[in-house]
């Protein structure tokens, strides 16, 4: 995250909030942050916070904030970003299962 051109924290409510699934939602936000950095040809990842104390003492969030991810965003040092068009992938009947395993 130093050496990112930019960093977005995320930043939510505490894990026992009302809601349950808040931390869901946030993780959906970040996947379309993700996807649309990708679309102007903006290279992210994101990466979870594993000391929220001090997240919490260096961003200045609140006590009432448990959860939080960061996006690092950057432009490619080497290449343009592009479009992987043939991944390595496993084949679809292999990691797809219907109706038992």
Partial sequence: M???AATI??????ADNE???????LGQATMAMLLA??????GSCHAGVADLRLAR????FPEDRGWALLI???YPADR???PVR????????EVVHRDRW
Wanted: charged content about 20%; aromatic content about 8%.
């Fill in 9 to 14: 924290v995320v930043i939510g409510p505490a």
């Fill in 80 to 82: 343009p970003l592009t």
């Fill in 19 to 25: 809601f349950g699934r808040a931390q869901f939602d």
């Fill in 37 to 42: 950095a990708a679309d102007l040809g903006i």
């Fill in 2 to 4: 130093a050496g990112s």
């Fill in 57 to 60: 003492e260096l961003l200045g």
């Fill in 72 to 74: 690092s965003l950057g």
């Fill in 86 to 93: 043939k991944p390595d992938r496993r084949p679809f009947g």
